[in-house]
C-alpha cells in the first residue's frame, strides 16, 4: 500500500496539469518534514523544543540567499541544510545540558533572538527577481518536498528500529534509568538534535525556493514551531506515520476553515491541540492503532453480557 | 545623562517585571508546571484595565483591583478544565504537559484577543500620564513611578501572605513536598487551585499596572512570557525579593542597551542574559535551595 501511494505521489505531476492540486500537494508534503523533523527529536526523544522555528528559518534564508546570488538549488539546499544543522550542534552542545522545562524556554529564547536579529538586519521583504519568475513552475518544488518528506520518514522509520531509536526511547521515557542501562544520553540527544534541525533546515530550503515573496523574519515566526507541534500530536507523536496524517488532516482543515472563518481557524487549531494533549494523547495513528482493539473489547464485554442473561434466565426457571 | 534617565525608566519599569514574574514563579514552585500562557494573562489583565478606563473611565490604579478577582476566576476556570489533569503525574511529564497545553492556550487566548477587540494597539491615558517629577537633572515619570510603589507593595503583601498566614504556610509546604504536606493534613488540591489562581491573579494586576506605561495588544503574551522566565531564571525559584530584584535588573539592563545599541535590540540582550545565566548553570536558579 506504501508503495502505490508513493507510485502515485511521484506520477501525480504527470497526470494533472492543474497548479492547485500541486501546490496542495507540496504543502502537505512540506508540513510533513517539517513536523517529522521536530518528530524526531520531540517524538522520539522526548525533548520538547520550541525554537524549531529558528532551524527552518535558518535554511530557507541561507538556501535562499546562495539560490538568488546564483547557485543550484541543489547545492544551495544542502548549504541551508547543512547551516541549521551547524546551528543545531552549537545550540544542541550546551542547550541539551539543560532538562526540562530550561532547555524548552531555552529553544524558545534563541527563536526569538534570532526572529528579532533577523527582522532588523533584513527588514525588506524578498521577492524574485523577474527572470526567476518568468522561469517558475510547481513540478521542481513538488518533487523536492517529494524527495525532502521521504528522506524524513525514512530516517523516522529507521530510526524507530534501530538501537539508536531504542537508546532515545529508553531516554524519553526514563533518563535515569536509560543512563545506568549505558545509554549515553547526552550524545544520543545532541545527534537527534542535529538531525532534526538539519532536516527542519531542508524544510525551509525547500520552502525560500517555493515562496515568490516573504520577510525573512516570516521564516523564524513560531507559528513554524507550533504547526510543527500541532500536525505531530494531531497524527500521533512518536510515531512513523504520525507526521504525515496529521500534515493531511491539518492542511485539509485549514483549507476549510480559512476560507470561510479568517481568524477563527486559529482559535480552532488551538484547541484542538489542547483537547489532543489532554484527551487523546497518541493522535490519530494510535486512535486508528487502538480501533481492532477497542472492537475486541466491545465485542467481548456484548458477548459477556449475553452470557451472563442468559446464564441468569436458565437459573431462574 | 540621558544614560542616567534611561536606567531610570528601565528602574520603573522593572518593578512590573518583577510582578508580571512572580505568579509564573509561584505556579511552578508549588505545582512544578510551567504555565507558558502567563503573558497572555497579563495581557488580559491590561485589557480590563483599558475597557474599565475607556467605557467609565475607571482608573488603572483602581482596575487592578478588578484585574486582579477577574484573573484569579479565570486561572481557576484554567486549572479545573486543563491543568488539573495531569497534576499527579510523574515531574517530567507534569512539566512538558503544562508547556504544551500552556502554548495551545496562548494561541487561543490570543485569538479571543483579537477577536474580541481587533489586534489594534491599544492605550490608557489618564490626566496624569504625562506628568514627571522633576529631580535634578532627571526626570520621573509620575504614573511609572506609582506602578513601581504599586508592584513592590503587591509583592510584599505576597510575601507577607505566604509567610504569615495559615493558607501561605500550607502554600509553602506543599512546594516544598506534596507528600509530606498531604499527610499533614492540607488539603493539597485546594492549594494546587488557590497557587494557580493566584499566580494568574498576579497576571492580571501586572497587566493592568502595565496599561498604565505600555501598550497593550493581543500579541504581546509571548514576549512578557520570556520576560519572565527571564526574571525567574534571574531572580531563583520562590524568592519574591530576588525576583522584584531581578525585575528590577533586567528593566535598567534592557533599557540602558536598547539606549546603547539601539532599540530594536532591547529585547534580545535579555535573552541573551538569560541564556548565559541558564547555561553557566545548566541545574537552573530555579533549582531550590
Not at chain 1, 18 to 23: D, E, F, P, R, T
Not at chain 2, 72 to 99: A, C, M, T, V, W
Not at chain 2, 124 to 134: C, L
Request: hydrophobic residues 55%.
Amino acid at each position: 500500500m506504501a508503495l502505490a501511494g508513493a507510485a502515485a505521489l511521484v506520477a501525480m505531476p504527470a497526470f494533472t496539469a492543474a497548479s492547485g492540486v500541486l501546490n496542495w500537494g507540496f504543502l502537505i508534503l512540506l508540513y510533513t518534514a517539517l513536523a517529522q523533523s521536530w518528530n524526531l527529536l520531540g517524538g522520539f526523544g522526548g525533548q520538547v523544543n520550541l525554537g524549531h522555528a529558528a532551524f527552518f528559518g535558518i535554511g530557507a534564508l541561507a538556501t535562499r540567499i546562495l539560490w538568488l546570488h546564483g547557485m543550484a538549488v541543489f547545492a544551495a539546499l544542502p548549504a541551508g541544510t547543512a547551516a541549521a544543522a551547524a546551528a543545531g550542534l552549537v545550540i544542541g552542545a550546551p542547550g541539551l545540558r539543560l532538562r526540562g522545562p530550561y532547555f524548552a524556554v531555552g529553544t524558545l529564547a534563541v527563536a526569538e533572538i534570532l526572529r528579532i536579529t533577523v527582522g532588523n538586519i533584513l527588514p525588506e521583504v524578498s521577492s524574485l527577481p523577474a527572470a526567476r519568475l518568468a522561469a517558475y513552475a510547481i513540478a521542481p518544488r513538488y518533487y523536492l518536498a517529494l524527495g525532502l518528506a521521504a528522506c524524513v520518514t525514512i530516517t523516522a522509520r529507521m530510526l524507530a528500529h534501530s538501537r539508536f531509536g531504542y537508546g532515545l526511547a529508553a531516554m524519553r521515557e526514563d533518563e535515569e534509568v536509560a543512563e545506568a542501562i549505558g545509554v549515553s544520553t547526552f550524545r544520543y540527544k545532541l545527534l537527534a538534535f542535529i538531525i532534526s534541525s538539519g532536516f527542519a533546515g531542508a524544510a525551509g530550503g525547500v520552502f525560500g525556493y517555493y515562496h515568490l515573496s516573504f520577510y525573512p523574519q516570516f521564516a523564524f515566526n513560531p507559528v513554524w514551531t507550533f504547526d510543527a507541534l500541532l500536525i505531530t500530536f494531531l497524527g500521533g507523536v512518536g510515531t512513523v506515520w504520525g507526521p504525515l496524517a496529521g500534515a493531511v488532516v491539518f492542511l485539509l482543515l485549514r483549507e476549510v476553515l480559512a476560507l470561510r472563518l479568517v481568524e477563527l481557524h486559529l482559535l480552532i487549531f488551538g484547541v484542538l491541540f489542547i483537547l489532543i494533549v489532554v484527551a487523546l494523547p497518541g493522535g490519530f495513528v494510535e486512535a486508528w492503532r487502538s480501533l481492532p482493539v477497542m472492537r475486541r473489547e466491545l465485542v467481548r464485554e456484548a458477548s459477556n453480557s449475553v452470557a451472563d442473561s442468559v446464564r441468569r434466565r436458565r437459573r431462574s426457571p | 545623562m540621558i544614560l542616567l534617565q534611561n536606567a531610570i525608566f528601565g528602574l520603573l519599569i522593572g518593578g512590573l517585571y518583577g510582578l508580571g514574574a512572580v505568579g509564573l514563579s509561584l505556579v511552578f514552585g508549588v505545582l512544578r508546571m510551567l504555565n507558558v500562557s502567563h503573558g497572555e494573562l497579563i495581557m488580559l489583565g491590561g485589557y480590563a484595565s483599558f475597557w474599565l478606563f475607556t467605557l467609565w473611565r475607571v482608573d488603572p490604579f483602581l482596575s487592578m483591583l478588578v484585574a486582579g478577582p477577574a484573573l484569579f476566576l479565570i486561572g481557576g476556570l484554567l486549572y479545573r478544565i486543563l491543568f488539573r489533569h495531569f497534576i499527579h503525574f510523574p515531574e517530567d511529564q507534569k512539566i512538558k504537559n503544562s508547556i504544551l497545553i500552556g502554548s495551545g492556550l496562548a494561541l487561543v487566548l490570543q485569538t479571543l484577543a483579537i477577536l474580541a477587540w481587533g489586534a489594534d494597539e491599544r492605550a490608557v491615558t489618564p490626566v496624569y500620564a504625562g506628568r514627571v517629577i522633576p529631580l535634578g537633572p532627571v526626570v520621573i515619570p509620575l504614573s511609572r513611578m506609582g506602578a513601581l510603589l504599586v508592584a513592590f507593595l503587591v509583592l510584599g503583601g505576597l510575601h507577607l501572605f505566604l509567610t504569615r498566614t495559615r493558607r501561605g504556610t500550607a502554600i509553602r509546604a506543599t512546594s516544598q513536598d506534596e507528600m509530606a504536606a498531604a499527610l499533614m493534613g492540607i488539603p493539597v488540591n485546594t492549594v494546587f487551585f488557590t497557587a494557580f489562581a493566584l499566580g494568574s491573579a498576579l497576571a492580571g494586576v501586572a497587566g493592568a499596572l502595565l496599561s498604565v506605561s505600555d501598550a497593550i495588544s493581543p500579541a504581546i503574551g509571548l514576549s512578557w512570557t520570556l520576560k519572565a522566565l527571564i526574571v525567574i531564571v534571574l531572580g531563583g525559584m520562590g524568592n519574591i525579593f530576588g525576583t522584584f530584584v531581578a525585575g528590577l535588573f533586567l528593566g535598567v539592563a534592557e533599557s540602558v542597551s536598547g539606549f546603547l545599541f539601539g532599540n530594536v535590540y532591547r529585547e534580545v540582550v535579555g535573552l541573551v542574559v538569560f541564556l548565559l545565566v541558564l547555561s553557566l548553570r545548566p541545574q537552573g536558579l530555579f533549582a531550590r535551595s
